[in-house]
Nanobody, 125 residues
Framework: QGRLVESGGGSVQAGGSLRLSCTAS????????MAWFRQAPGKGREGVAT????????YYFDSVKGRFTISRDNARNTVYLEMNSLKPEDTAMYYC??????????????????WGQGTQVTVSS
């Protein structure tokens, strides 16, 4: 998938929305897994959402279900994360990751071999 570049982070008040983007510099497989993880200060990296690029099948971790939406635009090699109803506990560095199709079933950070540099999301109360 080449280099991954995230954008779209920022600061918002609770209840607000942000959209993150992750663009891959290359796409060599029809079906692979793209994911968003996040890491708050002093905490481990946790899953947010995953998507299979071919079928578009999404998966959401419990903490964001009903509030976040992951989508992809294969023509642009880009994955999006639409974040609504943001809460202070969503504050973290958000990372885009890419892996094989099977990474979407395993869903843990060690199953993803390609990572972006991260984009900061800060939600104030």
């Amino acid at each position: 998938q080449g280099r991954l570049v995230e954008s779209g982070g920022g600061s918002v008040q609770a209840g607000g929305s942000l959209r993150l983007s992750c663009t891959a510099s290359a796409s060599t497989s029809k079906e692979y897994c793209m994911a968003w993880f996040r890491q708050a200060p002093g905490k481990g990296r946790e899953g947010v959402a995953t998507i299979l690029t071919g079928s578009g099948t999404p998966y959401y971790f419990d903490s964001v279900k009903g509030r976040f939406t992951i989508s992809r635009d294969n023509a642009r090699n880009t994955v999006y994360l639409e974040m609504n109803s943001l809460k202070p506990e969503d504050t973290a560095m958000y990372y885009c990751a890419a892996g094989s199709e099977y990474s979407c079933y395993l869903r843990s950070p060690q199953n993803f071999g390609n990572w972006g540099q991260g984009t900061q999301v800060t939600v104030s109360s």
